[in-house]
Structure formats: C-alpha cells, structure tokens
C-alpha cells in the first residue's frame, strides 16, 4: 500500500496535534495520507501504550488515514542509531510517500528534533539503491516540517478552516492525555503541557489562519526555495 502524504511523528497524538487538518485536507483533495508514529509514548505521564495504541487507531479513523504504524522505538530515549534510521527508511521503501512530513528540527522535548533528524536521514538513504535494505530503492520528493511546536515563521500555510472541528475530534480521541479524571490532574506534582497543549495548538491554528486570511490553519517550513508559477494568482494579500 503506497500514500501521497506521510506524517512522521515522535509520539501518538503528534501528528493530530501538528498537521491533522492537512492531512484530512489531503485526503479529501483525493490523496493517500498515513502516519508513521515511532514510540507509543510509554514513558509519558499519563495513560499507558496500550491505551494510547487504542487511541491512536481511534484518532486515525477520524483523520481517514490509509495507513498508521507504530515503530515502538523507545519513548524518550530517541537517538542517532543506524537500526531506527533503517526502520524508518524501510517504511518509506514500502509506502513510497511523494511528501513527508516531519516535526521541526528544533523544540522542547528531545524526541521532536530527533524524529526530525531520524526522518530525514531515513529519506535519504531509502534512496540508496545499494543500502542494506529490503524493496526498492526510493526517496520523496519533499520533506516539510511542521512549524507547530515551535514558535517560527512558516513559509507557507494550509488552510484547515473546514477541517478544524475533525482535527479536534482527533486530538481528543487521546482522553487518557487531555481528558484524564480530575483525580489523576491534582495527584501530578508535575506541570504538564498537556494541560493546557490542545487549547494552544487551537489558537496556532488561529494564528496561523490569520497570517493567511483564513480562520485556521497549520505552519509548515521548507528549507529549498519554493517556486510559483503565476505571479497574478498569488493568494494571501500582501495590504
């Protein structure tokens, strides 16, 4: 099974939380779009990989994924190592996504920009017809990074509005991370952001809309130069 659009992301819950709505916007432009979690989040404060497995299917379902795995790699404790590279890179020889979207390269919690960096070596050497790996060679065509966890100016935005309530219902399919009971909130000695991380993504999302002129939208960074074909029919106002 191959896909347009694949998301790679740290943890179960990132990718609703970054480019959900661009992946429903995909997948309604007629795209394939998939998701590539590599741990199942089991050193988090909150809810067990069990229950996180469950909640991510749920949340795929609502995104109308074609496809989600979970590498299992282990949570908290990503790194540079030549056999998770070549888990990722095997994954991309099977899927042969056009586009991959990967967290940005830099962030608060170490996973994100080592998934960055694990995703975007795993690109590369999924080309390399002679690298010890299974398939065919193959190598997307683009990489974005999205620009949702940290504060940076995007170079382009895809409009979410029509999909932002879909979106939500997706990050909220993970109940064991934003909607714990009450009694589990007050015994945490610990500030967590996730008490507050799904109310703020929304207002990225808002955020974001506005630089666009739309109400909701997701920020995405490209590190090559983007090229525009018709100058007249630019959008986005510049006054």
């Known amino acids: 099974m191959k896909v347009d659009v694949l998301a790679i992301a740290a943890h179960p819950d990132?990718?609703?939380?970054?480019?959900g709505g661009t992946l429903l916007a995909m997948e309604e432009a007629g795209h394939r779009t998939g998701i590539l979690d590599l741990t199942r989040g089991e050193t988090g404060s909150r809810g067990t990989p069990e229950t996180r497995l469950r909640e991510a299917a749920r949340a795929g379902k609502i995104l109308r994924v074609a496809v989600r795995r979970n590498l299992g790699l282990p949570d908290a404790r990503l790194e540079m190592r030549e056999e998770y590279r070549m888990a990722i890179a095997e994954v991309i020889r099977e899927l042969q996504p056009r586009s991959v979207i990967l967290p940005y390269w830099e962030g608060r919690h170490p996973d994100h920009y080592k998934a960055a960096q694990l995703?975007?070596?795993?690109c590369f050497v999924a080309g390399l017809r002679n690298y010890?790996?299974?398939g065919e060679a193959f190598r997307p065509f683009k990489i974005?990074?999205?620009?949702a966890y940290d504060y940076v100016r995007p170079t382009f935005c895809v409009d979410i509005t029509k999909h932002f309530e879909r979106r939500r219902r997706a990050i909220l399919a993970y109940q064991s991370q934003f909607n714990p009971p009450k009694k589990e909130r007050r015994s945490s000695k610990v500030v967590l952001p996730l008490d507050e991380l799904e109310g703020r993504m929304n207002s990225i999302a808002q955020y974001?809309?506005?630089?666009?002129?739309?109400k909701y939208a997701e920020g995405f960074v490209v590190k090559e130069v983007m090229q525009v074909e018709d100058v007249v029919k630019m959008p986005v106002r510049s006054m």
């Open 132 to 134: 010890p790996l299974g």
């Open 144 to 147: 974005l990074y999205a620009a």
């Open 208 to 214: 974001f809309g506005r630089l666009v002129g739309v």
């Open 14 to 19: 990132d990718a609703e939380l970054t480019s």
């Open 119 to 122: 995703g975007y070596e795993a």
